[in-house]
Nanobody, 118 residues
Framework: QVQLVESGGGLVQAGNSLRLSCAASGRTFSTYTMAWFRRAPGKEREFVAAITRNDNTDYADSVKDRFIISRENAKNAVYLQMNSLKPEDTAVYYC????????????WGQGTQVTVSS
């Protein structure tokens, strides 16, 4: 149905930057709220950032001053620019999407590993 594919993960040193990309399918992409979640080993999945169809953004407190979420509707793409990375940012990062009128995120990517070394 709706497919989300993340890319851009990898191993980086603390203090460096990384940009994640999410490629989405579907003709209604521009109306979707898109988000990034992450799951660190042994921890629950946590919200990272979201962007609405009106380009309103929300960030988890832990990343608010460092990460930037953006979208490019012409490419059905969502990005997460991660700056000043910390070891605690190490996690599998997931792209997620939902119709703007939905409460829950219905569509999820497979995840991309981000590892931040100190």
């Amino acid at each position: 149905q709706v497919q989300l594919v993340e890319s851009g993960g990898g191993l980086v040193q603390a203090g460096n930057s990384l940009r994640l990309s999410c490629a989405a399918s579907g003709r209604t992409f521009s109306t979707y709220t898109m988000a990034w979640f992450r799951r660190a080993p042994g921890k629950e999945r946590e919200f990272v950032a979201a962007i609405t169809r009106n380009d309103n953004t929300d960030y988890a407190d832990s990343v608010k001053d460092r990460f930037i979420i953006s979208r490019e509707n012409a490419k059905n793409a969502v990005y997460l620019q991660m700056n000043s990375l910390k070891p605690e940012d190490t996690a599998v990062y997931y792209c997620a999407g939902k119709a703007f009128y939905k409460n829950n995120y219905d569509y999820w990517g497979q995840g991309t590993q981000v590892t931040v070394s100190s």
